[in-house]
């Protein structure tokens, strides 16, 4: 049976991972060639023979066939891969071009989950990513999706995790794996990840700031999502994901006691959670407006404004700002208020 | 003894009920009883929202409302910190910026970020007098002359207005920083500063940064950088680092002083690495005050070979920016010594690759920037720009306009069945109109419409079902198989079934508001379709109807001009209450303007009002001057096309389409009359005669009348 719930040999039935690749070999070899050549004009420059090859690269036809229909694509032709891609895998798979500062375009294709019961679709699998493609924060992707670019997670980046994680003596299946990242998507990632949390997450993740980025994960969890629910899908196999894979010591607390809380527990939580949100932007805020020396002349320069003007190079400023005796100071202070928020969640709070 | 709560305390109730259930996770509006919780349950709905697709439509509403708020709240403070009146007619000089929010800027301060932009850019256009290029208008004229340098004139002049065009952003900044509730002025320098790839590709690019952004910058001490790059990173902020200290105790009006001085150091600074007047040709180097430096050629590319530097490499800067990716290359290029297609045309992909695009170079990059284009622009028209290529255009446009501003506009694809259910396909757009906050033109507006309303002040409009009638079977012969004597058999034998439309009291039909807005309407034209507008939205204010009604006409995205439907009230997008829809009326301009796609636009505008009607009774008004224009490719006319997709539209519709055309202008026929079930011309002598438009809607009103006393009479 495959995830439609017919059988395999049925008409209709959603193409598998492995026919998926098979049809989109030829243009993924297509791919590589091309960004091959793109790195080698891009760092080694080239002749005018080699402008014309990457212009004949882009304009070469490439046959492809899906499971009912040839199809005659080019990469200069965003509307023929589209159509192709759309028939080799019927929507599961998504082609995101970007370009680049060369003007070049890079390519991100990957196996996208779509899921009613999610607010965002999921990444499950990375095809093919181009050398430089932009992906700021590995947790979310931008998508064009109907005309609109839209946000999804991420989870292709923990398949080798939970790869390794299931492998007990015999190679896990890549349906087995898809079955984990959609049970931690659906039930984590959905409400514990948001978009509006970049700034603070990307900030501590260059800053150093571990219990911050789980107290964030921790409370928009405990917010956006149905604790009851949640607490039906715990599994030992996701208890361990959150430990090896992706390690969130905070959530995985959280989701050992819940299947144990009495019902008003489990009503108090979100309740606090609210409170303690409030708490913690406050403290977050008063973190950013740390005014640390900048510049050639020293001058006081708030955090703020030093990340939010570096949004795209953080790691750029965060060398420079790890000097600053007033960020390791607020960072520390930051840093204790967060843990002491987690400890009051899980240990002394309601739960 | 239990008392009963007073109003505040049963608000205060209801709020906490409302509260304790977010809290507790469920979903308290009954609409989406299914959808998953999403952040906006329990933060609220926050400006971040606004343009962010990933949000729920109905989330992205109350956002929007919001920002555009907040964005006319920023505009009115400029205007007024610039020293101009501001009342409650105030009509911005600059559209709203969105082009931030459709980057990968986090939402809620990129919402922020298009807030500074519009504030920046009104205040801008709101102080000619504090514009530093028009102070330095004679300097600008002819630099060379003015700083005695030897450099080429026009390259100098070039650097200068670049330089000019820097500082004064930068003198603009340091001015309203000093205004209060500003904040998304900075918001937006700091978006501005995180859109720089710090590769310091050009001149200006490297003016730009000093000037701007130097204070929140990293160090590029620190960074690899080509030494051409930094040493004019290191003139340039030397020469600033004076002006930069100096401008916060600066009183405003003599910022513009500071700002000459600082303009005229910067370019002198400059001035030594540029080319010289005898050089002008080669634009490569220049050898002076010992400088050995070079623009966009490396000296790798000219030891006579067709060599192209690494595309993103560390090279030396350009000049200027250039405008496309053949340029760049071009640039890049710059003069190859000998013949460089010996070797080309002796490879062997050189004849193949020659042979339809013409032996030159230029030729090659052209055809390579075109291919590229279409690998890495947009896919389709009708689809958002790509976050990637607005930062792009960004990037080279700081401090002035971005190519997202106005209303946000959609793009769909629609589809029209013409003649024999013939598929035609077109692109367009949609967007919703800001209502306005002018009293004095809504009153005005209201008064010309009141006639008018007073003879449409009837519901006019039925709803009509479908209702089976049971009737006895009858054969054809003299048999009546109803006499026959039959022991036992079912009723349904007997039976067969009729339908007929009758007049219900159940359902809430849909008016549909139909508005050309081309350029062929005069403004006396325009004031007709306002008046006919606002007494059909006031008519029906109080009435079960849902009512639809748009503009159509064109609108230039990204470049180019498409055909555009701006809805001036839409129960589901407008931000708008049904009452405060002329509102929206009265921000129409006073005269047409674009071109129309007639058939396509009505045809998506109708689909629409299906959706809404949900197999009710549609009633659709289209108010124009019939000057029609062609929607589709073909051999059909304009008119054809409209006549076609009426034809379509009423065989499509069950019976459930009723249409009125007013045709204004129009004295003779209209082509459509045998078609349509009312016409009303109004002819010139009458378009502002609002008492004489009355009567003829008066006559409108009688023969619907009738009409409706027909229906419900078969509903009886």
Known sequence: MNETGYADTHLYSSPTGEEIGRTLAPLLEHLRSYDAFRLQLEKDGGTVIDIASMTSILNESIDVSTRYQSYIVRLSDQTSLRRFIWSAAYGNVHMQVRQLASGLPAYYLCRVRRDYWCNYGLVVEDLYTSPGYPIHDERFVQLMDLGREVYHLRLSQFRDGVRTMLDNGSAASPEDIDRLLYSVGRNVFDSAWHEDQRPGVLTADNLDLPFFKQAIELLYLLLSSDLCELRRAVTDDILQFLSEVYEQPAIRALMTKLPDLEGDALNDLPRSALSLYVRLSRDFSRFMNTEVAWGRKNRPTPIYKLVFANFSRLGLIATQLARSDAVEEARALLEGRAEAMIDELINNGSA | ?716
């Open chain 2, 1 to 716: 003894m239990r008392t009963k709560p007073t109003k505040k305390r049963r608000g205060a109730r209801r709020r906490a009920r409302a509260e304790l259930s977010r809290a507790q996770g469920t979903v308290t509006s009954s609409a989406y009883s299914y959808r998953r919780k999403s952040k906006a349950d329990w933060a609220g709905v926050s400006l971040g929202s606004a343009f962010n697709a990933s949000c729920d439509y109905y989330e992205r509403l109350p956002a929007r409302a919001l920002f555009y708020r907040f964005t006319r709240e920023s505009q009115m403070a400029v205007t007024e910190y610039a020293g101009v009146s501001v009342g409650p007619g105030f009509e911005p000089a600059t559209k709203p910026q969105l082009s931030p929010a459709y980057t990968g800027y986090p939402s809620a301060l990129a919402a922020l970020a298009a807030i500074g932009q519009s504030a920046f850019l009104e205040f801008e256009a709101r102080v000619p007098e504090r514009i530093l290029f028009t102070r330095m208008d004679g300097y600008l004229a002819d630099p060379t002359r003015h700083d005695e340098v030897d450099s080429d004139p026009e390259v100098y002049q070039r650097l200068a207005r670049a330089v000019t065009r820097s500082v004064q952003s930068r003198l603009l900044l340091e001015d309203l920083s000093r205004a209060r509730r500003l904040t998304s002025i900075e918001m937006y320098r700091l978006f501005l500063a995180s859109q720089l790839t710090m590769r310091f590709r050009s001149l200006p690019e490297i003016v730009e940064s000093v000037v701007l952004y130097s204070d929140v910058l990293p160090s590029w001490e620190e960074f690899e950088l080509h030494r051409t790059t930094r040493k004019l990173l290191q003139e340039v902020a030397d020469v600033s680092e004076r002006y930069l200290g100096l401008l916060s105790g600066t009183e405003s009006e003599r910022l513009l002083d500071l700002g000459i001085g600082w303009v005229r150091d910067v370019c002198k600074a400059i001035a030594p690495y540029l080319p010289g007047d005898e050089e002008k040709e080669d634009a490569l180097s220049r050898n002076g005050s010992g400088h050995q430096l070079l623009f966009g050629q490396d000296e790798a590319a000219l030891d006579g070979e067709e060599k192209i530097p690494p595309l993103d490499g560390l090279g030396p800067p350009m000049l200027f920016e250039p405008e496309s990716l053949a340029d760049q290359v071009v640039e890049q290029l710059g003069q190859i010594a000998g013949n460089p297609f010996a070797a080309f045309r002796e490879s062997s992909i050189g004849p193949l690759l020659l042979s339809d695009v013409g032996d030159t170079t230029t030729a090659i990059l052209r055809r390579f920037a075109s291919t590229v284009c279409r690998a890495s622009g947009r896919a389709s028209e009708w689809e958002d720009i790509r976050s990637d290529l607005v930062e792009a255009i960004l990037r080279s446009s700081a401090f002035s306009e971005g190519p997202l501003q106005g209303a946000a506009a959609s793009g769909h694809e629609v589809t029209v069945l013409l003649g024999d259910n013939e598929p035609m396909s077109g692109a367009l757009f949609e967007e919703v109109i800001q209502p306005s906050d002018d009293s004095a033109e809504y009153e005005r507006l209201m008064q010309e419409a009141k006639p008018i309303a007073e003879a449409l002040r009837r519901q006019l409009y039925p709803n009509v079902e479908d209702t089976a009638q049971v009737e006895r079977a009858r054969t054809s012969g003299t048999l009546d198989a109803g006499r026959l004597a039959l022991g036992d058999v079912s009723d349904a034998v007997f039976r067969r079934y009729s339908f007929e439309q009758r007049a219900s009291r159940r359902g809430r039909p849909v008016l549909l508001l139909v508005c050309d807005g081309s350029g062929s309407l005069r403004e006396s034209q325009m004031a007709t379709l306002k008046a006919l507008s606002a007494a059909w939205l006031t008519s029906t204010a109080r009435t079960r109807i849902q009512v639809l009604a748009g503009l159509y006409h064109s609108g230039v995205f990204h470049g180019a001009s498409h055909p555009t439907v701006e809805w001036i009230y839409h129960p589901r997008k407008s931000l708008v209450s049904r009452s405060e829809a002329v509102r929206s009326v009265a921000a129409l301009p006073k005269r047409g303007s674009g071109n129309q796609a007639d058939a396509l636009s009505v045809a998506f505008m109708l689909e629409e009002a299906r959706q809404l009607a949900q197999d009710r009774m549609v009633y659709l008004i289209l108010i124009s001057d019939t000057e029609w224009i062609r929607s589709f490719s073909g051999n059909r006319t304009a008119a054809q096309e409209m006549f076609d997709f009426f034809q379509t539209a009423y065989d499509g519709s069950d019976g459930k389409l009723h249409t009125t055309l007013v045709a204004l202008n129009v004295d003779g026929k209209t082509g459509l009359e045998e078609l349509l079930d009312n016409v009303i011309t109004v002819p010139e002598a009458e378009l502002t005669d609002y008492a004489a438009v009355a009567e003829k809607i008066s006559l409108y009103v009688a023969s619907m009348m009738v009409e409706r006393r027909r229906t419900e009479a078969k509903g009886r």
